[in-house]
């Protein structure tokens, strides 16, 4: 019964914490910085924007 309860907090914390740490896209200005960021990079615009 613990390890639910621990691991109920866990994923809750994570679910909570995981957008905070989350790069913005709109700031990337490299094709790397845009990767890490989770966007997609346009190559064409040198432009990130954030995937579909």
Not at 2 to 21: E, M
């Amino acid at each position: 019964m613990k390890d639910l309860v621990y691991f109920s907090v866990f994923a809750l914390a994570l679910a909570i914490t995981g957008p905070a740490f989350a790069g913005d896209v709109s700031e990337a200005t490299t094709e790397a910085a845009c990767t890490e960021a989770g966007g997609s990079w346009d190559a064409d615009a040198s432009k990130c924007s954030e995937k579909m």
